[in-house]
């Protein structure tokens, strides 16, 4: 347990939480929306600092960042805990466990640790995924503090729903984010995941602002953001936040307590992959459609493939110092200096 960051004590042993768009008032004894940030006696304390529920090595390109060291390998970690309850979550298991199973639990591993086991397994990034990183961000921000020491990328798969004063304070030791834009519309985020649009907006102008690397992930609901429409105002926000910013579209499987639909229709996805450039976007892709075309990165100018992709793994690079070998157009993102 650890002294919570970003909160201010009120009257009456209250405190004002600023970690996240909730900013929640929490008074003693009680805990934040999140459920792993509690009040005791008028000072905020992260339950979760130092317990560790999942740590693996991934492909980078399971995050997914597509133009971040493509085909290295990233040390991926969380803790349990969420500031959503999306009916569809993936990772209910462990994001969910404090509020559906009242339980917090993880392995005692010091920052350090994090940090020396990336390098033995040759990781070039730490990951703070699989739960949303903001509600563990003392944790992740000590470990990230110290893996820009030893040359680490730190990258968040977010659903970008800090503060502003939450992005400042980890600054430019956050290098790279994949954040999930679920949908273009507050109603859905209202009812399906406790939330509200704006705030995922607003953190991902203000990313951009800082100079950390986005990309943006949506998951296609059948019925409830997959409407051409929608497709349309995603992309011709994105286009408007950056035309290099890479657009992962994702198929749905049912999960968690979201089983009344099917999985998306690939058509779909591909259909809406067709609007993401048809809306100027430079580079849009499928996901969870193993094997599509859309796995790969095209050049935007001659159109040739520069990173040959099937699932997480990458076959071919394509790039010198971060442009096309073909034709030499510029490919935006965080690329090894030879490539």
């Known amino acids: 347990m650890k002294e919570a960051m970003l909160y201010a004590a009120l009257e009456d042993k209250n405190v004002k939480c600023a970690l996240c768009a909730h900013r929640c008032l929490i008074r003693p004894g009680k805990r934040g929306f999140c459920e792993v940030r509690e009040n005791r006696d008028g000072v905020l304390y992260s339950l979760v600092y130092r317990k560790l529920i999942a740590q693996h090595v991934d492909p980078i390109e399971k995050k997914p960042l597509f133009h971040v060291l493509p085909g290295s390998l990233s040390y991926s970690v969380a803790t349990v ?35 020396e086991d990336a390098l033995e397994n040759r990781c070039r990034s730490i990951a703070y995924t699989y739960t949303e990183p903001t509600i563990y961000f003392e944790y992740a921000y000590d470990t990230a503090i110290l893996a820009e020491k030893n040359n680490l990328l730190n990258v968040f798969v977010s659903n970008g729903y800090m503060t502003g004063e939450c992005l400042d304070t980890i600054g430019s030791t956050l290098h790279a984010a994949n954040v999930d834009l679920k949908s273009f519309r507050d109603e859905y985020y209202k009812s399906l995941c406790k939330a509200r649009l704006q705030p995922v907006l607003d953190s991902l102008k203000k990313m951009k602002e800082m100079g950390i690397w986005v990309e943006v992930t949506t998951l296609l609901v059948p019925g409830e953001n997959d409407s051409e429409q929608e497709i349309r105002d995603i992309a011709r926000f994105l286009a408007d936040l950056g035309r290099e910013v890479p657009w992962h579209i994702s198929r749905f499987y ?13 058509k779909t996805v591909q259909k809406a992959r067709d609007i993401g450039f048809q809306e100027g976007l430079r580079f849009v892709y499928t996901g969870n459609l193993p094997g599509d075309e859309g796995e790969k990165t095209l050049c935007p100018s001659c159109g040739k493939t520069v990173i040959n992709r099937s ?15 073909f034709c030499g157009e510029t490919i935006e993102g965080i690329f090894e200096p030879g490539f």
């Open 254 to 266: 049912p999960q968690y307590r979201y089983l009344s639909s099917g999985p998306t229709p690939s």
């Open 311 to 325: 699932g997480y793994h990458v076959y071919e690079l394509k790039l010198s110092r971060g442009t096309c070998s």
């Open 81 to 115: 805990g969420c500031n959503f309850k999306c009916s569809f979550c993936q990772n209910a298991d462990i994001s969910q466990m404090p509020s559906d199973m009242s339980k917090i639990t993880g392995h005692d591993v010091a920052p350090a640790t994090l940090v």
